[in-house]
């Protein structure tokens, strides 16, 4: 039989974990299924050792469950402790529970290695204070960016995140009004473009030559790709590299082995395109 891994979320019909972790097992010639589970809210932790006590081997979890995640690893990464959230979970075989979280690294190798960003000494800015900014950050922050700035609709969210975050590098909260310098980078980690909204940007916020990342993926031009470009970024990007990027991550984790994805990044852009 082969080894069972699954995505835990809700909602969760949406996830395209299942397709991602089938080409790479295709590609490695690992033998594992990969499924979707819907769980209800409040019911995460019955749902999780049901699939452990079926022979399930890892997950992924998605929203709202990574805060649940992190709280029944029994052992954490340094990076999802700093995040406070958990992506992935590895079942040992001692019976303990590994939790980490590959976003902020999905985002990093999509931003340098296929698009060939880097982040050092760059000013960054990033909007949103949710689950996934928290998660991003300590991998941003690894990179020794000149600055982070996190900007959010709800202020003392961004201030409250920036301050757990501030010891290393200058990491500054503030709402959008507060914008007034300009960025070599700018992350929508928000979710405002599943509704088609943006967050009221100032115009002066690009530097020269910026690049800009929607970690929203779907429909493209995303609206924040479209903002980029109407304000002449140099690259405006989505989110698809960077979830293939960090599925390897968890496939990693629970195989062993890191999986090529540029073709499985093409697989997904064609049939999202068809
Ligand atoms: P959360 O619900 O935790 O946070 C949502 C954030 O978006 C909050 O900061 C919220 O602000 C802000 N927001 C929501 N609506 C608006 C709006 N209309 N105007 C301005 N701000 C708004 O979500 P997550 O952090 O988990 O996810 C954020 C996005 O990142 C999602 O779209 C998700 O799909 C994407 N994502 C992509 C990944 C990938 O691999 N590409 C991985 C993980 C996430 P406030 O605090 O004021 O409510």
Known sequence: MSDRYAVMGNPVAHSKSPQIHQLFAEQTGQALSYEKILVPLGE???????????GGKGLNITVPFKQDAREVAHSVSERARAGGAVNTLLFESNGRIFGDNTDGTGLVRDLRNNHAVHLAGKRILILGAGGAVRGVLPALLGELPESITIANRTETKAIELAALFNAKLPVKGCGYDALGERFDIVINGT???????????????????ASCYDMVYGDIPTVFQQWALEHDAALALDGLGMLVEQAAESFFIWRGISPDTAPVIEVLRQAMAD
Do not use: M, N
């Open 191 to 209: 979710s405002a473009g599943l509704t088609g909204e943006l967050p009221p940007l100032p115009h002066t916020l690009l530097r020269e030559g």
């Open 44 to 54: 995460f932790q019955q749902a999780l050792e049901a699939f452990r006590d079926s």
